[in-house]
């Protein structure tokens, strides 16, 4: 599966995830460099700087998934910064929000990193399919599909269990969904 290319910058982006964009600034014959820089709002120390490739008529801008895995989640503010034969110019296009890496939240399960994976793979949002991840000790390498949406299936019914064994230990009165209680 391709990974889908955007007409704009992301507005909404998940740390760890892949995004491709192409973009023609306005005298594309003139540009000489063109990138964005996303600047977190609560940290200005935070930010990450997505460099263009000239491809003569468009840039073509990706925002690799090393650019953004090891980020916390919150508000960037995005600057383009086009430098042309003449001189450069600024100015800010937006912001990203930037949301959980689901496979570095400690407060997730192994079974729910594992789906958010496995889904991020088959959406195509990791970078031709799964290269190299390990979670919790588990190698994962190269996935096709086919065996991605099997092994989807399989944790996401791991998931539903766990779920459903969490929800029996902090309401102990109440039921499963699995079980009748009749009271005389």
Do not use: C
């Not at 995004?19 to 000489?32: F, G, I, K, Q, R």
């Amino acid at each position: 599966m391709a990974l889908e290319i955007h007409s704009n910058p992301p507005l909404v982006h998940i740390a760890g995830d892949v995004y491709l964009w192409h973009s023609t600034p306005e005298h594309v014959a003139d540009v000489t460099s063109y990138k964005i820089t996303f600047r977190s709002v609560e940290d200005s120390d935070v930010s990450f700087t997505v460099t263009g490739s000239d491809q003569t008529t468009y840039f073509r801008f990706e925002i690799a998934s090393s650019d953004t895995a090891n980020l916390s989640a919150g508000k960037f503010k995005a600057t383009e910064i086009i430098t042309y034969t003449w001189g450069r110019e600024s100015l800010e296009v937006g912001t990203l929000d930037l949301l959980p890496n689901p496979e570095q939240d400690p407060d997730k399960s192994f079974n729910q990193r594992m789906v958010n994976l496995l889904r991020a793979h088959l959406e195509g949002r990791a970078p031709d399919g799964i290269e190299s991840h390990t979670i919790g000790g588990v190698p994962i390498n190269k996935i096709p599909l086919s065996e991605a949406h099997g092994l989807l299936v399989k944790y996401e019914a791991r998931l539903k269990q766990e779920n459903g064994l969490k929800q029996k230990r902090e309401n102990p009165g109440m039921g499963t969904g699995s079980s009748v209680k009749l009271y005389f």
